[in-house]
């Protein structure tokens, strides 16, 4: 059909001439084509790289952890006796699911990192609050601080001297003859307790040792004697020299 021919009143070579030139142009606007789908192709690609993933159940189980740890820590300084005791409590369920989880890892930029360390950042913000003026805030420290030592035992290696020495310290603070204050006897049981727990689970320095057994033998025959008796029996089960101190 003539009315359909592109090349209508062309002859000869010059015929010829057009019919590659045309054929010629088709062939490049079709390599344009497919160089733009693979173009978009890559962009949408890489888009799919660096926005959010779709994670596992494990992997949000992780993150949660992460998160809750780390929401929890800059609240244990706070003002108020009661949040700052809630987040402990809050850390202490993290604390709690790390272990649980064999201390996990969770992704990061450059692959997976493990949970263990969240433990050490957890650490030092509890330890000053064994400083901190209210009673109920030094004392859940304290089992919160004993807690992370117990659930992170083969990773908290070096912790336990010094947690064991500020509870020396607490429980040198309070003199003898307030032992039976009915307020000083919770401090000072929860002081006993945790120091057994520490005494107990860990090999500490002979030096350490005979100073913590000293400070808990000071509270035999108060009112807290029987939880001075039973830190006693957990120092000479791991190190059973000690009774002749």
């Keep these: 059909d003539d009315e359909d021919d592109p090349f209508k009143g062309l002859q000869g070579e010059e015929r010829l001439a ?3 030139r045309y054929f010629a142009e088709q062939a490049r606007k079709r390599q ?3 160089e733009q789908e693979q173009r ?7 888009e799919a790289a ?4 779709l994670l596992t159940e494990d992997q949000r189980r992780v993150a949660m952890m992460v998160s809750v740890l780390e929401t929890a820590v800059p609240y244990l300084s706070g ?3 009661s949040v700052c005791v809630q987040a402990m409590s809050v850390l202490e369920h993290g604390i709690e699911a790390v272990a649980a989880n064999g201390g996990a890892e969770r992704e990061d930029g450059e692959g997976q990192v493990p949970l263990w360390p969240l433990l050490h950042a957890c650490w030092a913000p509890l330890l000053r609050r064994l400083h901190d003026p209210r009673d109920a ?3 859940r420290a304290a089992q919160l601080l004993v807690e992370v030592l117990c659930r992170g035992k083969t990773f908290m290696v070096t912790e336990p001297p010094q947690l064991l020495g500020e509870l020396v310290a607490l429980l040198r603070a309070v ?6 204050h009915t307020h000083q006897q919770k401090r000072l049981r929860t002081l006993l307790a945790c120091t057994a727990r520490v005494a107990a689970g860990w090999e500490l320095e002979r030096s350490l040792r005979r100073d913590a057994f000293c400070a808990c033998a000071d509270l035999l025959g108060t009112a807290v004697g029987g939880e001075a008796e039973r830190a006693l029996v957990a120092f000479a089960q791991q190190d059973a020299p000690c ?3």
């Design 50 to 53: 660096s926005g959010p993933k």
């Design 79 to 81: 003002q108020s006796t």
């Design 175 to 180: 003199p003898r003859h307030e032992a039976s």
């Design 32 to 34: 344009e084509a497919q």
């Design 137 to 139: 805030v030094v004392l």
């Design 18 to 20: 057009a019919i590659q």
């Design 40 to 46: 978009e192709q890559e962009e949408r690609e890489r």
């Design 243 to 245: 009774v002749w101190w």
